[in-house]
T-cell receptor
Framework: AQSVSQHNHHVILSEAASLELGCNYSYGGTVNLFWYVQYPGQHLQLLLKYFSGDPLVKGIKGFEAEFIKSKFSFNLRKPSVQWSDTAEYFCAARYGSSNTGKLIFGQGTTLQVKP | KAGVTQTPRYLIKTRGQQVTLSCSPISGHRSVSWYQQTPGQGLQFLFEYFSETQRNKGNFPGRFSGRQFSNSRSEMNVSTLELGDSALYLC?????????????FGQGTRLTVV
């Protein structure tokens, strides 16, 4: 079955620490991958996306992710986090090349950054 | 440009009642998807509409239904509400359909069933 898993459910970091959030997706042929962020009280916002090409994807606010096909992974990274990065982060996959926008989400990772 | 608008923001309903949630997509967007977000199950896909046609449906009982109007606005309906239907219901709109389109999310409707 198509699925996405995030291994870190709750991460606590101090400001300026480096961040890496894990995301693995199940095999399912063609896959597009996304990272979304949900700040407290706000809507889901797209951080970055991978469709094809360069496996290192840069997004907004200094975030990047690396698509490693052999490991079915799409980990999110940021070299130095800020207090304002406190939020919930969701990895998502969209399978297939057919006309569907269906997203399959991971369980989410709550990031708490201590000032 | 206005984002995805969902109304109402909060709802409290009693078990057995039915509820209708509304979603207005970004102007020009023709695809609307609905998701249910709960602490236990996370974000789960409900259904997707494009040009008034349901394109895809998630694994939810028939009590959950939806529709899309000619102006791309969408509604979802839940009949015979159960306590477990308490959740944040999110709507997302996209310019078109297909895997390479970006989905923009609304702030959601928080439904509480008592």
């Amino acid at each position: 079955a198509q699925s996405v898993s995030q291994h870190n459910h709750h991460v606590i970091l101090s400001e300026a620490a480096s961040l890496e959030l894990g995301c693995n997706y199940s095999y399912g042929g063609t896959v597009n991958l996304f990272w979304y962020v949900q700040y407290p009280g706000q809507h889901l916002q797209l951080l970055l996306k991978y469709f094809s090409g360069d496996p290192l994807v840069k997004g907004i606010k200094g975030f990047e992710a690396e698509f490693i096909k052999s490991k079915f992974s799409f980990n999110l990274r940021k070299p130095s986090v800020q207090w304002s990065d406190t939020a919930e982060y969701f990895c998502a996959a969209r399978y297939g090349s057919s006309n569907t926008g269906k997203l399959i989400f991971g369980q989410g990772t709550t990031l708490q950054v201590k000032p | 440009k206005a984002g995805v608008t969902q109304t109402p923001r909060y709802l409290i309903k009693t078990r057995g009642q039915q509820v209708t949630l509304s979603c207005s997509p970004i102007s020009g967007h023709r695809s609307v998807s609905w998701y249910q977000q709960t602490p236990g199950q996370g974000l789960q896909f409900l259904f997707e509409y494009f040009s008034e046609t349901q394109r895809n449906k998630g694994n939810f009982p028939g009590r959950f239904s939806g529709r899309q109007f000619s102006n791309s606005r969408s509604e979802m309906n839940v009949s015979t509400l159960e306590l477990g239907d308490s959740a944040l219901y999110l709507c997302a709109s996209s310019l078109g359909q297909g895997p390479n389109t970006e989905a923009f999310f609304g702030q959601g409707t928080r439904l509480t069933v008592v």
